[in-house]
């Protein structure tokens, strides 16, 4: 359905506005370049430092580390979910009867 599109699409190089989009996101692109050498460092200096007497032990704690690392995240994410949906639920209880009994709930099942 969309072959007209595709084909009638011309690809122009337009220096000037390329110019304009790398000076605009240099910054930006710099932070986050800075910010993925925060995130994985850790493993690379894990990788030199870890208590251990072979490279290969070496790779395993950085696996077990990252995998450990993954699951934080993936924590993290669902607490950070959890509190986003729960302080509109938290809000509209607050009039009721049995708040404190669903807030207790809540938290049970939290």
Same mark, same amino acid.
């Given at each position: 359905?969309?072959?007209? #599109?595709? =084909?009638?699409?011309?690809?122009?190089?337009?220096?000037? $506005?390329? @110019?304009?989009?790398?000076?605009?996101?240099?910054?930006?692109?710099? *932070?986050?370049?800075?910010?993925?050498?925060?995130?994985?460092?850790?493993r690379i200096?894990?990788?030199w430092w *870890?208590? $251990?007497?072979? #490279?290969? *032990?070496?790779?395993? #704690? $950085?696996?077990?580390?990252? *995998?450990?690392?993954?699951?934080?995240?993936?924590?993290?994410?669902?607490?950070q979910a959890?509190?986003?949906?729960?302080?509109?639920? =938290? =809000?509209?209880?607050?009039?009721?009867?049995?708040?404190? @009994?669903?807030?207790? @709930? $809540?938290?049970?099942?939290?």
């Open positions: 359905m969309l072959s007209k #599109e595709f =084909f009638s699409f011309s690809f122009k190089f337009d220096k000037i $506005v390329w @110019r304009q989009l790398v000076l605009y996101g240099l910054p930006i692109m710099i *932070a986050g370049f800075a910010g993925m050498i925060n995130e994985t460092f850790d200096m894990l990788g *870890a208590p $251990v007497t072979s #490279e290969d *032990a070496a790779k395993a #704690e $950085v696996g077990i580390y990252s *995998a450990c690392y993954k699951l934080s995240l993936l924590i993290s994410l669902s607490v959890f509190r986003m949906g729960a302080e509109p639920f =938290f =809000f509209k209880q607050s009039t009721s009867e049995n708040a404190p @009994r669903t807030y207790a @709930r $809540v938290m049970k099942f939290l």
